[in-house]
């Protein structure tokens, strides 16, 4: 309850804050506090000290630049959560955000406000060394006595010229002069190294592994239990949930959960609960377990356990048999409309097979039923073996309790993978549901190395069921924040991606910059964009008077071609002062643009999407931002394309609906590039005059901030 004693210690904090750092109180940021105070500060709990009620207590805070949105809910959110006595797991989007929040803003607020807090960084499995893979990957001759699961992998030697990196991890990790965490060690891993030595939630066992105690993953998640504050990532807390919760974080009961950059929550959130796999890559792996079945010593084999060694291969044979099945149906299927594929972001996709709707037709379901039916089978004998090994655990010697131990851990793994083989199927044959968002479903054709192959993959078109389940209902409490949550003015499009109730709070919380100072500048430009050479040829000739006086400047581009393009037309001259996204790292770019600057330099920063979000140049080293169109997203994705179909099939236009929407965010994100304190100004270049051409223009032009408008 939000009572004198809360509200006083929420204040206090906020002004010895202030105080210690000779600050002076921002406007946005109060009302930040304000409103996260009033939302998260009347939860009403009951027994077991959980929330009562089904309605989840959620602030969306739209937070603008130089608002101080960290600041604002650290101090408020943590008194909270201590007077609750729950935790709290702050999610950012980005690595370049957690540290910051790590680094800097939760040191500076422990400093500073008096308050009592403890705090972490909280990474996945793939941030971390696995003691096991590592083992194997070294000495796999010598583990041969208890690898008898692994022979395929022994076959698999790793290549010589890593052996000595490999040892040299191993004895800094023995020695205990490196932890184990691989952002830790002083030197670029390869990835060919990371995949060596590294697991996943899929293929870790857990407490069941040989060497869990030595752990450095597990070492990290026991020291998070002790922690007032975590710091994770969008990722990691998707996947904890989709896990039960509380298994690497703490349990959504008991967590008060801050989303900061939270726009990307609802995307995160459909790649996380999407799914494939390829029909001739299941059968081969069917065919790897038999063979490690088949390998299981006779020592360990009691009367149940070979009776379900001998069971399980039977299954995986009529599951082969189906699967070839479905391979053959798609293969000479002529009513299927397929997609040939050219772009190479498609990996080893060739063409692709996408059902209307997600509609799959009707044989394809049917016999699809069979499979689902055949998993659900399998999933129950790998448990019930994994359950007689266990049993058989409590009555072995030493030797004989080593090889189930392996066993078991190899049970674990495979039983987490069948289960979501079998919840593919599942997704991928279920009838469609008239009063539910439809489920995109596609085929990809795969090439490998000249072998065929046909993905099946499933994705929500919307997380927001998703979301609502694993996440809103469960959770304590949450805050969602962002400089870009509103959609042309308003929520609604954001809290029906997320998921959120009717009764979230939403707020927005103007940036306290002059915006007056910043002039939005439209080109009389004789093309438009969708005549591709003729806007590119403009761009290209316009950009050297453009710029010319600008001491650091950003073009971003909406497409990598047009990008490449326009800086093959600009003289050669003007190319020189551009500094051009892929090729150098993003980091990489931004410190060079910032050394030239610094000297005196004129620089032009080039790049795509990446450079109009997250980016921080202040001064001069931006007084100019120039777009060279309003980007649209043409929804080209099996996904984008579904979710266009089911809304044309409600009457409803998907280009206002989805693209002007998501137009009018990434365009705020773009402008917000040029004002990053109060004392900034300069201009905008908007090389599209379909925003004052076109009647969705004002629109947009309403959702920016209140730029200086000048139309030449």
């Known amino acids: 309850m939000l009572n004198d ?43 077991k000290d959980l929330r009562v009620g089904t309605n ?37 989007a980005t690595v370049a955000l957690q540290e910051q929040i790590v680094l800097k803003d939760l040191p500076d607020v422990q400093k500073n406000s008096g308050l009592d807090f403890s705090f972490a960084l909280a990474k996945g499995r793939r941030r971390y060394m696995c003691p096991a893979n590592l083992q194997l990957a070294l000495s796999p001759s010598q583990n041969q006595q208890n690898t ?57 066992s857990g407490r069941k592994c040989p060497m869990y105690s030595q752990c450095p993953f597990f070492e990290a998640r026991q020291s998070l239990e002790k922690c007032d504050v975590i710091v994770a990532n969008h990722d990691l807390v998707l996947s904890d949930l989709s896990l039960g919760g509380g298994y690497v974080l703490p349990a ?24 494939q796999v390829g029909l001739n890559e299941s059968r081969l792996w069917h065919k790897q377990l038999d063979r490690v079945l088949g390998r299981v010593p006779q020592t360990l084999a009691s009367t149940s356990i070979a009776e379900l060694c001998r069971i399980i291969p039977i299954i995986h044979s009529e599951l082969s048999e189906y699967l070839q099945q479905h391979f053959n149906l798609l293969d000479h299927s002529e009513g299927l409309p397929r997609e040939n594929l050219t772009d190479s972001e498609h990996d080893k996709a060739v063409a692709r097979i996408r059902f209307e709707l997600g509609e799959v037709h009707q044989t394809l379901r049917e016999h699809a039923e069979q499979v689902k039916l055949l998993y659900s089978r399998l999933l129950t004998q790998f448990n019930k073996l994994y359950d007689l090994v266990d049993d058989e655990l409590e009555d072995k010697d030493h030797t004989e309790k080593a090889e189930l131990e392996q066993l078991q851990a190899w049970l674990s793994m495979v039983t987490t993978e069948v289960e979501r083989r079998q919840l593919l199927w599942v997704r991928y044959c279920a009838s469609p549901a008239e009063n539910y968002l439809p489920v995109a479903r596609w085929i990809d054709v795969t090439d490998y190395n000249h072998q065929i192959d046909y993905q099946i993959n499933t994705s929500p078109i919307q997380a927001s069921e998703d979301l609502k389940v694993f996440l809103w209902q469960r959770c304590f409490g949450a805050v969602v924040t962002s400089a870009t949550l509103t959609a042309l003015g308003s929520f609604d499009r954001f809290k029906a991606n997320a998921g959120l ?31 591709e050479q003729q806007h590119s040829d403009d761009i290209a000739l316009r950009l050297p008077d453009l710029t010319k006086n600008d001491k650091g400047s950003l073009i971003l581009f909406s497409s990598r071609r047009q990008l490449q393009n326009v800086m093959s037309i600009v003289p050669s001259t003007y190319r020189e002062k551009c500094l051009i996204q892929g090729e150098m790292s993003k980091q990489e770019l931004i410190k060079r643009h910032k050394q030239r600057v610094d000297l005196g330099l004129p620089s032009v920063l080039v790049g795509l999407a990446s450079l109009a979000e997250g980016v921080d140049l202040p001064g001069d080293y931006c007084t100019h931002v120039v777009i060279a169109r309003i980007p649209f997203a043409v929804p080209d994705d099996p996904v984008g394309k579904t979710l266009a179909e089911w809304l044309e099939s409600k009457k409803i236009n998907p280009f206002f609906h989805i693209s002007v929407a998501d137009a009018s965010v990434k365009l705020v994100q773009a402008c917000g590039r040029l004002l990053r304190t109060e004392q900034d100004s300069g201009r905008i270049t908007l090389m ?25």
């Open 5 to 47: 004693a809360l509200k006083g210690a929420i204040q206090g904090a906020y002004r010895q804050f202030l105080n210690k750092k000779e600050l002076k109180p921002r406007h946005g940021q109060k009302q930040m506090i304000a409103v996260l105070a009033r939302t998260l500060g009347n939860i009403q709990i009951g027994e």
């Open 56 to 92: 989840p207590y959620v602030a969306v805070v739209e937070a603008g630049t130089g608002t101080g949105k960290t600041v604002a809910y650290l101090l408020s959110v943590i008194p909270i959560a201590k007077s609750y006595d729950k935790r709290i797991v702050i999610s950012t």
């Open 148 to 204: 008898f699961l692994f022979e395929d992998e022994l076959d698999q030697q790793t290549d010589q010229a890593l052996i000595p990196l490999l040892d040299e991890l191993a004895q800094a990790f023995e020695s205990k002069e490196w932890s184990g965490d691989l952002d830790d060690w002083p030197d670029d891993l390869s990835d060919e190294v990371r995949v060596k030595v590294t697991t996943d939630q899929h293929h870790c």
């Open 252 to 275: 959504p009961e008991s967590t008060l959960y801050v989303f900061d950059e939270g726009h990307h929550l609802p995307d995160k959130a459909i790649n996380h609960f999407s799914s």
């Open 501 to 531: 109730f009717d009764n979230a709070v939403t707020e927005q919380v103007m940036s306290p910059f002059n915006w007056q100072s910043a002039q939005l500048v439209v080109p009389n430009l004789r093309s438009l964009p969708s005549q």
């Open 688 to 712: 599209d005059r379909r925003i004052v051409t076109q009647r969705y223009g004002q629109a947009l032009i309403n959702s920016l901030p209140p730029y200086t408008l000048v139309v030449e």
